[in-house]
């Protein structure tokens, strides 16, 4: 039996997997933030799925948003948007001592993309041709997530990154007005992360009216006040064409993606594809479709070379868990061979 965790800011999501079969055995969300720690998460977890009843746990694989510092039994992370620090150690004497692997959730996001089938993606760039070569994976959900994965001839390997912090960079005249507001929104320092996240539609949206460009719903602020997650309606409304402010704010958010995309495959240059993963990604498609690939290519004298990789999509909420799997029998398989 092996363990897989996809540690999110809002939303924590651990299965028990064995190996070969398809389907897991036990597999349960829980919200994040009423745990203290992650020990007191994984005692929650561990008690519902009767673990005794499932077998023992030869390894155990998580990702989590936040570097993760030291390898092995010596890793920890410090999480990004929680107040929990995560030991390897700790965990697996929790385990009954199971190898643990923790990793940044970008490496667990894009193992789950790069192994995703091709019918399940939306490729946004169709005048490329796939090869193969190095990848980037850029995931907007509670944060901004990025991670490069180098091709070594007969595989990737992760190289985790924190790229999502970088400083925004306006590409226009409403970008640069863009980046102005939300100065003085945070008091300085503006990253990607700022925007292309789940908050970033808030952002977006708050801008688009501060700014006149458009016209909001009837009662938009009562119901954005009553509302469990604002972000979430905008989104329904701009799908809806309900509020011209919210498509507006969906429009710039695809747009200012494909840009930090583009930015991310210059650094890297992945001809095996850029992937655009998670489960926010498929919730604005339509303006992924429209202005993302847009945002990619206006790069001035290296258009015509990014116009040769894929631009990927891929709307799938379950990537980091499957990537987490990957891991964690990864871990198994290294485990018994050292027997």
């Known amino acids: 039996m092996i363990l897989a965790g996809d540690i999110g800011g809002t939303h924590s999501r651990l299965a028990l997997f064995v190996a070969g079969e398809p389907v897991a055995r036990f597999e ?29 746990i030869e390894a155990a694989a998580f990702g989590i948003a936040g570097p993760v510092q030291g390898e092995g039994a010596d890793a920890r992370v410090q999480a990004t948007n929680l107040p929990w620090t995560l030991s390897a150690a700790a965990i697996g004497k929790a385990l009954g001592g199971a190898p643990v692997r923790l990793v940044n959730d970008l490496i667990a996001v894009g193992l789950g993309a790069l192994a995703s089938p091709v019918d399940r993606r939306v490729n946004l760039n169709p005048e490329a041709t796939p090869a193969e070569g190095h990848a980037a994976v850029i995931a907007p959900g509670t ?167 894929t631009l990927w999509v891929v709307a799938d909420g379950g990537l980091g868990l499957a990537g987490a799997r990957q891991l964690a029998e990864r871990e198994m398989d290294s485990s018994r061979g050292e027997r």
């Open 28 to 56: 349960q969300t829980l919200p994040s933030r009423d745990y203290t720690d992650f020990s007191a998460l994984l005692s929650c977890f561990l008690d519902l799925a009767g673990r005794h009843d499932h077998g023992r």
């Open 143 to 309: 944060g901004l997530g990025e991670a490069l994965f180098f091709h070594d001839g007969q595989g990737h390997q992760p190289m985790p990154s924190e790229g999502g912090h970088c400083d925004f960079g306006p590409n226009d005249e409403r970008e640069t007005a863009l980046l102005a507001y939300l100065r003085g929104r945070f008091g300085g320092h503006v990253s990607y992360e700022r925007i292309l996240s789940g908050d970033g539609f808030s952002s977006l949206y708050a801008f688009a009216r501060h700014a006149e460009l458009g016209r909001p719903a009837p009662g938009a602020d009562g119901q954005l006040s009553a509302a469990s997650d604002p972000n979430a309606l905008i989104t329904q409304w701009a799908n809806r064409g309900e509020d011209d402010c919210a498509v507006i704010a969906c429009r710039l958010f695809a747009r200012i993606l494909g840009a930090e995309a583009g930015n991310l495959a210059l650094k890297a240059l992945p001809t095996g594809g850029v992937f655009l993963a998670g489960g926010i990604v498929g919730h604005i498609l339509p303006f992924l479709r429209e202005q993302t690939l847009e945002g990619f290519l206006d790069k001035g004298r290296f258009a015509t070379m990014l116009g040769r990789l």
